[in-house]
């Protein structure tokens, strides 16, 4: 098996590529810049305010020395204090460049002592694997299965969409929630730094809102092309049950996310809306209650929000998601006439 | 019982020929995602007012998902045969929710010909529409 393909690299890269952006944003921090209008006074140490040592200083921010008024020299030399990816890029570069050094002694003395080929890492990392779990025939059984060629058609692409959808959603909204605050006072101005200050803070968010909108489209579209093509019907009712449950999850994904910039619009729809679920016979008052954590939409309503938009119905998302792909797995896709 | 039906006719294996094509499906989803990500920077999806529960502004509307319910439940009359509008207009959709939820149950007969492929999209089809007309009315209303 060859484990190096180029393409494989290609997935690898892009893998590492979407890794790095990941940290890239969730490491926004201004520990780098000085506060505006503090130039000509800059301060000449850090502030260590945070571990408690001058605890009635009114600043909580450490602030490193600014580049062009610390002392160290030999820093600005070496090409330090310059970024604060300079020094895992240095470590990446030449750390990668001495394990491929130290790789390369280590198989030539290898194939020295042994006198028998190298074999690749790889295939040495799966048969330690495969030694211990045994996961190679299972794992072959699982890539092989054969599906039939009708899977192939466009039709059938829109369920995978809204999965990849999905984990496109779970990434951005893993993003938001690092900047997001979900209390009255400070959530629009937390939207706010998102859309201003983080890095492609802009682009997650919309990301996150049009990725949403795009799910509940290409999600009905999935359901209505299995509703016309009848691959709901025996063996498949209970697939077509976890589905329907799925996209009512992705409309409560929809509901709850709303309230979350906690602007007027999203204020009122979420009052109306919660009314009208105050409208169901013999449960409308206990569903007022359960979702607005009292007879208002306040800041209580916000953190219940906040919780099952970010806990609650991810998990429950993933777990029908989980059913879902595991009775076609086992089932196949439905034959159509 | 699938594995027998697929065995005796056109199959591809799982890995790398399905692979491959829903990889390239997700390459296209990325490339609109990326497309998003570029306009975002030129046009945020930007914020409102914030949220001031002692004024409530002129037209309140859900998001466009739950458009054409709120629409018909703005649109039935307060009391219809002596139950309360209100009701009826959360009551229906429930309904409907729930017999889209239990339809296989219902509908379990095997289908015999193509012809019911183009009578279910018809009835798809006369909902969508209904459904879009009444976003559409929602949204301009």
């Known amino acids: ?337 | 019982m699938s594995e027998n039906e697929n065995s005796n006719e056109d199959t591809i294996p799982f890995y790398p020929d399905h692979i491959r094509t829903e990889f390239y499906v997700v390459l296209g989803v990325l490339a609109v995602v990326l497309i998003i990500a570029i306009v975002a920077m030129i046009k945020p999806v930007g914020i409102g007012e914030p949220a001031d529960p002692l004024n409530t502004p002129l037209h309140v509307k859900p998001e466009w998902y739950f458009l054409s319910l709120y629409q018909i439940l703005k649109k039935i009359p307060p009391i219809v045969l002596g139950i309360q509008g209100k009701v009826i207009g959360v009551v229906i959709p429930i309904i409907l929710v729930g017999l889209i939820f239990i339809w296989p149950f219902l509908d379990n007969k095997p289908d015999k010909s193509k012809k019911i492929y183009w009578i279910r999209l018809a009835f798809v089809s006369v909902a969508v529409i209904t459904i879009i007309a009444l976003t559409i009315w929602g949204e301009v209303s």
């Not at chain 1, 000085?34 to 450490?62: E, H, K, R």
Request: proline share 7%; aromatic share 14%; net charge positive.
């Open chain 1, 1 to 337: 098996m060859r484990f190096f393909s180029l393409k494989r690299f290609g997935l690898l890269a892009m893998l590492v590529i979407a890794l790095g952006l990941f940290i890239f944003i969730s490491t926004h921090a201004k520990a780098n810049t000085l506060p505006t209008g503090d130039q000509s006074n800059p301060p000449t140490s850090p502030n260590w305010s945070l571990a408690g040592v001058q605890p009635s200083s009114p600043a909580l921010v450490v602030t490193p020395p600014p580049p062009n008024t610390d002392t160290c020299l030999s820093c600005h030399i070496l090409g330090q204090n310059k970024g604060l990816w300079t020094p895992l890029a240095r470590w990446v570069l030449f750390g990668s460049l001495g394990m491929v050094f130290v790789f390369g002694v280590y198989r030539s003395a290898s194939t020295w002592v042994t006198k028998s080929p190298w074999k690749p890492l790889t295939n040495r990392a799966a048969d330690w694997v495969d030694e211990r779990y045994q996961i190679s025939e299972p794992l072959s059984k699982i890539l092989n299965k054969p599906v039939p060629r009708y899977a192939l058609n466009w039709w059938y692409c829109l369920g995978g969409i809204t999965a990849f959808l999905f984990v496109v959603q779970g990434v951005t909204g893993i993003l938001l929630a690092f900047y997001y605050k979900p209390t009255p006072e400070a959530a629009y101005a937390s939207i706010q730094y998102i859309e201003s200050q983080v890095y492609f803070g802009s682009s997650i968010r919309a990301i996150h809102h049009w990725c949403a909108n795009g799910m509940i489209v290409v999600c009905v579209a999935h359901m209505l092309r299995v509703f016309i093509m009848g691959a709901y019907k025996r063996p498949r009712e209970l697939n077509w049950v976890s589905g329907v449950l799925l996209l009512i999850l992705t409309l409560v994904f929809g509901f709850t996310g709303y309230l979350l910039p906690w602007d007027q619009r999203a204020f009122w729809a979420t009052t109306v809306g919660s009314e009208i679920a105050g409208a169901i016979p013999a449960i409308g008052n206990l569903a007022i209650i359960f979702l607005r954590v009292g007879w208002n939409v306040t800041g209580e309503t916000l953190s219940r929000f906040y919780g099952l938009h970010v806990i609650v119905v991810p998990l429950a998302t993933v777990t029908f998601m989980a059913a879902h792909f595991l009775m076609i797995r086992r089932q196949g896709i439905a034959k159509p006439l």
